[in-house]
């Protein structure tokens, strides 16, 4: 069945690299995407990656896919206290893209 | 830019009352969506709309939701007799197709605690 893992929290110093990780199960996922939540936000698209790629890159984003392994990160540079929210791994299904699955979020906390 | 709202932003209800959320989704968009998240839990997908009738449902989507889109503006999720296990932030979402892709919008979410 199709199923989406991540860890549920991160907490990383203001300035260094966050590395979000996340598992997911179904070989057939035709796009990945991370969003962000902030309190008492929506679910705000972050990035996205198609399946026949290894990697994309957006200013301070980096996405990895290890298609091999099914496993997906996002890699935020610099991080920053805006930074702060809860990160969504997600994928869509080839046949019915229309759907989105998603993980549990890893919140991510910031230290000073 | 334009953005998906939702009402209310929270709603207290007793269980076994009928409940309306309602959502204006980005007027060109033509796929339209309800998700919910249990405190907790996933983001679960519960429906999609297009062309004015449901394209798909989750099995959580049973007889007691419904959606509509009666007015050309609004997209409302009606539960008929809420339980206790619906307590969610329940999401609505509107969509366009780009390429082979579907881009989906999200709205703030409507928290629904019934009691």
């Known amino acids: 069945g199709e199923d989406v893992e991540q860890s549920l929290f991160l907490s990383v110093r203001e300035g260094d690299s966050s590395v979000i990780n996340c598992t997911y199960t179904?070989?057939?996922?035709?796009?990945l995407y991370w969003y962000k939540q902030e309190p008492g936000a929506g679910l705000q698209l972050l990035t996205y990656i198609f399946s026949n790629m290894d990697m994309k890159q957006d200013q301070r984003l980096t996405v990895l896919l290890n298609k091999k392994d099914k496993h997906l990160s996002l890699r935020i540079a610099d991080t920053q206290t805006g930074d702060s929210a809860i990160y969504f791994c997600a994928e869509s299904m080839r046949n019915r893209d229309d759907k989105i699955i998603f993980g549990k979020g890893t919140r991510l906390h910031i230290l000073p | 830019e334009p953005e998906v709202t939702q009402t209310p932003s929270h709603q207290v209800t007793q269980m076994g009352q009928e409940v309306i959320l309602r959502c204006v989704p980005i007027?060109?968009?033509?796929?339209f969506y309800w998700y919910r998240q249990i405190l907790g839990q996933k983001v679960e997908f519960l429906v999609s709309f297009y062309n004015n009738e449901i394209s798909e449902k989750s099995e959580i989507f049973d007889d007691q939701f419904s959606v509509e889109r009666p007015d050309g503006s609004n997209f409302t999720l009606k539960i008929r007799s809420t339980k206790l296990e619906d307590s969610a932030m329940y999401f609505c979402?509107?969509?366009?197709?780009?390429?082979?892709?579907?881009?989906?919008?999200f709205g703030p979410g409507t928290r629904l605690t019934v009691t």
């Open positions: 007027s060109n968009h033509l796929y």
């Open positions: 179904d070989s057939s996922s035709t796009y």
């Open positions: 979402a509107s969509g366009r197709r780009q390429g082979a892709r579907y881009e989906q919008y």
